[in-house]
Each structure stands twice: as structure tokens, then as C-alpha cells.
């Protein structure tokens, strides 16, 4: 674990020592320093951004009325994920009598409302048909995620798209780190058929 990565957990539980006493301030805090992560998580497990706003909103809300239930045996961020990802899967059932889905692709930009949009900077400035090609596999591979089942996109999901360790996975969906892996494995192999079938032999 990087230096800044402990620097963040020992600030966590700072805020979280005060929240469980009352201070609303100190909880305001750690929304300020989550609320980007929750919804970047959130938005690629739904596809709909205002959906995933409302799933983060509630997710927080759930988080402020439990703190005091949050013993500190696993990082407060892997804890929060736990709830925004149950509430995400709650909201997906309950958007599958929807007929239109936005689309959405795994690595699109998000605007947060502010300055700031949370995606990854380009490396370099790419030509015209490079920035179609790549729109087109990105299309592509929305599609085919949001063919697979819950328990196979949220995995891949979080190990290919969040880059979670199995171990973390494995505390954020409450399953064995070899459940973890196996339907890792299996969400990769539908998708790789899937594209296939899209975009010919991977």
C-alpha cells in the first residue's frame, strides 16, 4: 500500500472517530472525499448518471444513519462501496422494466456538476477516425457488459474497469476471494464471446 493511501485511511478514520460523536461537519468532509469514487462506481454499474447520483445520494445517507455500526475492520472506502454497489444492483432490478437504457461507455467522462470530470486524462491528442474506432470498441463493450448478468459485470466491473484487488472485491460483495475469481473468469469469457460476435475473432 502506497504512503498516501495509509495517509487517506488514517484521515478516514479521523473523520469517522468524530462523525460516530456527532459531527455532521466531519461527515461532510468524507462525502467531499468519496462522492466522485461512489459515483464513478455506481454510474458504470447502472449507466444512467442521474440514476447514480440518486443511488450515491441514498448511499451516503445510508452510511450517515450506520456509522455508528462501522467497527473499522475494513477500509471505510470498501465499506461505502458495499452500500453504493448493493443500492446500485437494488435500483438496476428496479430500472429493468424500463425499455430505454442510456447509453454509456466504461470509459466516458462524467460530469460531476463542477470543474472537474472524472476520467483519465488522454496520453496524447488521437486523429479523428482513432477517436471513432475507439468510441465504436467502447460502444462495443458497453453492449456486451450490459448483456452479462449482475454477479459477472459487477466483478468485472470493479477487477477491469475499478482495478479492486480480489481481496477487496472480495469484502465489497461479501463472497470468497475464489468465488471472486471464477466468476471473474466467466464474466470475461462472455464478454469475449460477445465481442466476437460484434467485432469478429479478439
Avoid at 78 to 86: A, C, E, P, S
Avoid at 127 to 156: A, G, S
Wanted: glycine share 4%; with cysteine.
Amino acid at each position: 500500500m502506497k504512503e498516501k493511501d495509509y495517509i487517506t485511511i488514517d484521515e478516514d478514520f479521523r473523520l469517522i472517530s468524530l462523525c460516530q460523536k456527532g459531527d455532521l461537519v466531519a461527515f461532510e468532509e468524507l462525502v467531499r472525499r468519496h462522492d466522485k469514487e461512489m459515483l464513478n462506481i455506481a454510474y458504470r454499474m447502472i449507466g444512467n448518471y442521474e440514476e447514480a447520483c440518486d443511488v450515491v445520494q441514498d448511499g451516503f445517507v445510508s452510511a450517515y444513519k450506520n456509522i455508528k455500526s462501522f467497527k473499522g475492520m475494513s477500509k471505510f472506502s470498501t465499506w461505502l462501496y458495499t452500500i453504493v454497489i448493493n443500492l446500485s444492483k437494488k435500483r438496476l432490478k428496479q430500472l429493468k422494466t424500463q425499455r430505454f437504457r442510456e447509453p454509456v461507455s466504461i470509459d466516458e467522462p462524467i460530469n460531476t456538476g463542477g470543474d472537474q470530470m472524472i476520467v483519465d486524462p488522454p496520453s496524447s491528442s488521437p486523429l479523428p477516425d482513432e477517436i471513432l474506432e475507439k468510441e465504436n470498441i467502447q460502444e462495443k463493450v458497453r453492449l456486451c457488459l450490459d448483456r452479462l448478468y449482475n454477479e459477472f459485470r459487477e466483478v468485472v466491473v470493479l477487477r477491469d474497469v475499478q482495478g479492486f484487488s480480489y481481496e477487496d472485491i472480495s469484502s465489497i460483495l461479501k463472497i470468497a476471494e475464489g468465488t471472486v475469481k471464477s466468476r471473474l473468469f466467466r464474466g470475461r469469457v462472455l464478454l469475449k464471446n460477445c465481442l466476437k460476435r460484434f467485432m469478429g475473432v479478439i
